[in-house]
């Protein structure tokens, strides 16, 4: 080894690790990014499976945020005989504080049961879902 080379291992791997720090770290944030929206899928999906049967909507805002992110926004919405809900959530990586937040949102539509919702949006009870 000639004396010149010394400490090239070291000074690359002072270079070298860092990189794959930030490359792990990435990594990791999109596979929660790809988890949370899994989540919000299965949640509008839970929701929308509610609505259609006509469940009240505080039934259905608690099925879905059972398996909604934290702190997401569940919207229910009935169109004819179509009911919609929409799971959206700011997600944001608990050790990056410096990463921006991002939006992932999805949503589910389902057929309303026979007779579960009238045209006037009410239960057969009367209730509004």
Do not use: H, K, N, Y
């Not at 909604?68 to 799971?87: C, D, F, K, L, Q």
Request: glycine fraction near 10%.
């Amino acid at each position: 080894m000639r004396p010149s080379d010394r400490g090239s291992v070291t000074a690359e791997a002072a270079v070298g690790l860092p990189a794959l720090v930030a490359v792990l770290g990435a990594a990791l944030w999109a596979v929660g990014l790809i988890g949370a929206q899994l989540e919000c899928v299965d949640a509008a999906r839970a929701g929308a499976r509610a609505v259609a049967r006509g469940e009240p909507v505080a039934s259905v805002r608690a099925a879905a945020a059972r398996s909604a992110p934290r702190g997401a926004e569940i919207a229910v919405s009935i169109v004819g005989e179509m009911a919609r809900v929409r799971i959206s959530a700011l997600i944001r990586p608990s050790w990056g504080l410096m990463l921006p937040a991002i939006r992932v949102e999805a949503s589910a539509s389902a057929a309303t049961e026979p007779g579960a919702i009238d045209f006037s949006g009410r239960t057969p009870e009367g209730r509004m879902p």
